[in-house]
């Protein structure tokens, strides 16, 4: 899918539909990180409450039952509020779903059920309707607004593969205002070369995919941009824009994406007065890995979020709040580091434990010798088929001519994490 110029990665549904008042149950049991994350156990000390994450995407549908009384519309600016509620697809709704859904009538539970979900709809080439392409705002002016808002969170499931000097510069404008950014690097394929923006924008979260054995996705890009994984296969969701049923088995960065958004939602309405760099580095320091922290690889990056293992410790120290925790990739020679503006207001853990979180357990020694950051490309196949492209892909105005014209400065400054 492409909203207004870049792709997002579109949940693809492998399998088939179920309707959720036909079986209730069926849906959160295909949830299957929700056990080895313990969520049950999270949710006894936070469910995200107090925290709005704001979900740029298709739009977000709340009348889902999962969504009821979840989605605070009427907090978008009117001028970027066409087709907010208006979902074309069901990706969107999918999304706020994994991160806030409640689990009503046997939908969708969020990681963080007591979340809120501020909904806006980007421009998508996806769009067959010229009037809804033209009027829908654009994610530059998206995040400048919500830079401006009490939403803390910003959840983007979508990419491409185009740098735009505005967008960054939107990007630069949200850190600085305290807000955490969070995207999915892209499903193009371990060897694609790249990173998909926003991922690889400086102060975003970039995040990739891993299955139920916790082996990163054959779909997901890989790079120095990569900054955390998170379950993103046999995810149940929409893929018709009808809601009435589900979809099984969708695939893609962008699920993993969501997750990741309300595991920081989880963690940030236990400790309401930090920063958005405390809970960034919360999620870095507990996140599962078999290796050094300092060195993140270049298909999981720092590895598997372990929310519970921060909710689990109340002596758990974050750290200074303006010091920026991922300072060594988010600054470039000569530029001055983003100083966040103090706020106005005050793995998965499967069965395997922190092996799953850490990339390779029970997987072949290829998997786990790419999942360690090898400079082997081909340690491990990529499926790069369209079919399990799990992102909102978007078209940036004349990005694509910075793609043919500028090939060899988009080349250096995708150029990451290489190991």
């Known amino acids: 899918m492409r909203l207004g110029g870049i792709v997002t990665s579109t949940l693809v549904g492998v399998g088939v539909a179920f309707a959720p008042e036909a079986a ?33 995407d298709s739009g977000v549908n709340p009348d889902t039952p999962s969504l009821e009384g979840q989605v605070l519309a009427d907090e978008v600016p009117k001028q970027l509020a066409y087709g907010a509620t208006k979902d074309y697809d069901g990706h969107g709704t999918t999304m706020a779903e994994l991160i806030a859904g409640t689990g009503a009538d046997g939908g969708i539970k969020g990681l963080a059920p007591g979340a809120e979900i501020v909904p806006y709809r980007i421009t998508s080439s996806s769009l067959n309707n010229a009037k809804d392409e033209e009027l829908a705002p654009t994610p530059m002016e998206v995040i400048k607004a919500i830079a401006d808002s009490d939403a803390r969170i910003i959840s983007m499931s979508f990419g491409s593969p185009a740098y735009e000097p505005e967008f960054e510069a ?12 969070i ?14 923006y926003p991922a690889a924008y400086p102060y975003v979260i970039g995040v990739s995919s891993i299955d139920e054995k916790s082996r990163i996705s054959d779909f997901a890009q890989s790079g120095r941009y990569v900054d955390l994984v998170a379950p993103g296969e046999n995810i149940p969701g929409y893929c018709k824009p009808s809601f009435d049923q589900y979809c099984h088995d969708l695939v893609g960065t962008s699920s993993a994406t969501a997750i990741t958004s309300a595991a920081a939602a989880l963690i940030w309405s236990a400790h309401p007065d930090w920063t958005a760099n405390q809970v960034t580095r919360a999620l870095i320091d507990t996140a599962g890995r078999k290796w050094p922290k300092d060195e993140p690889t270049a298909t999981a990056g720092y ?16 750290g200074e709040p303006y010091s920026d ?40 020694a290829k998997d786990k010798q790419a999942a360690a950051g090898s400079d082997d490309a081909n340690a491990v196949s990529a499926n790069a088929s369209n079919d399990s492209s799990s992102t909102l ?4 105005g004349g990005a694509a001519a910075v793609v043919v014209i500028g090939g060899g400065a988009f080349a250096v400054l995708r150029a990451r994490r290489a190991n």
């Open 24 to 56: 209730a149950a069926d849906v959160q049991s295909e949830q299957w990180y929700l056990g080895p994350m313990q969520a049950e156990k999270m949710w006894k000390v936070s469910t995200g409450q107090g925290i709005k994450v704001a979900v740029i």
């Open 303 to 318: 590895g598997t979020i372990r929310p519970r293992s921060v909710l689990a410790n109340p002596n758990y120290d974050a």
């Open 170 to 181: 939107a990007v630069k404008y949200a850190a600085s205002h305290g807000k955490l950014l």
């Open 325 to 364: 925790p991922l300072a060594k990739e988010n600054t470039q020679k000569g530029e001055k580091l983003v100083t966040e503006i103090p706020p106005a207001s005050a793995s998965p853990e499967p069965s395997a434990g922190d092996s799953a979180a850490s990339q390779g357990a029970g997987g072949t």
């Open 183 to 196: 995207a999915a690097v892209g499903n193009e394929g371990r060897d694609s070369g790249y990173i998909d």
């Open 393 to 396: 892909w978007i078209t940036l």
